[in-house]
């Protein structure tokens, strides 16, 4: 079983508001990212981490942001949700072996 | 530009058989080749990497081959349980970037 946890699984928040999206690994894993997945589509990349202090913007132009102040920890933010950022938000960390441990996700349906 | 690509129609097939999944690619040059199970709702689960340097991988009743000269790898199930329907995405390291690009998936459903 993975040990990385996103929360809250269900948002449903209302245009404007600003919210974070968490995301936590105790796996010690220095690589960290976040896709965001809209219903029978595609993972698409929208922020990633190599380490503290260091993220990177993906392929698919978000506006969000991210942070990675501890290892364990890389949190997303909305400053302003619009019904556009209606997806779900996918949390992954990676070690040394490639292959991803992803969390169960954040469903984020903005009205 | 670097694409995936993988069946997006539904397989369905009987239990018992086996069910073979496609990926390909095009302006990759990967080192390795992921494969992930995703039930609805839920994160992606890995199941098998296999590098440049092999043909063949074997986890239990899962099988992958990588052959980068067509540029397409083969995901096989034998002995497919309808507890095997899922979507199954494989992924690549994009160019440059220490980052998984996933296909879109195949959703494999097994009749009982």
């Known amino acids: 079983e993975a040990d990385i946890y996103q929360t809250p699984r269900y948002l449903v928040i209302g245009t404007g508001k600003k919210i974070t999206l968490e995301c936590s690994q105790t796996?010690?894993?220095?690589?960290m990212y976040w896709y965001q997945q809209d219903p029978g589509m595609e993972l698409h990349l929208i922020h990633y981490s190599y380490g503290v202090n260091s993220t990177e913007k993906g392929d698919l132009s978000s506006e969000s942001t991210v942070s990675r102040i501890r290892t364990e920890h890389f949190p997303l933010t909305l400053e302003s949700a619009r019904p556009s950022h209606t997806s779900q938000y996918l949390c992954?960390?990676?070690?040394?072996?490639?292959?991803?441990?992803f969390g169960s996700g954040t469903q984020l349906s903005v009205l | 530009s670097q694409k995936i690509e993988q069946n997006s129609e539904a397989l369905n097939i009987q239990e018992g058989k086996t069910a073979t999944l496609t990926c390909n690619y095009t302006?990759?040059?990967?080192?390795?080749l992921q494969w992930y199970r995703q039930d609805p709702g839920r994160g992606p689960v890995f199941l098998l990497l296999?590098?440049?340097?092999?043909k063949e991988k074997r986890k239990e009743r899962l099988k992958v081959t990588f052959d980068t000269t067509l540029k397409q790898s083969l995901f096989h199930i034998t002995a497919s349980q309808p507890a095997d329907s899922a979507t199954y995405l494989c992924?690549?390291?994009?160019?440059?970037?220490?980052?998984?690009?996933f296909g879109s998936g195949t959703r494999l459903q097994v009749q009982p």
């Open positions: 992924a690549l390291e994009a160019t440059g970037r220490r980052a998984l690009t």
């Open positions: 296999i590098r440049e340097n092999e």
């Open positions: 796996m010690g894993h220095d690589k």
């Open positions: 992954a960390s990676g070690g040394a072996n490639e292959k991803l441990f």
């Open positions: 302006n990759y040059s990967p080192a390795y």
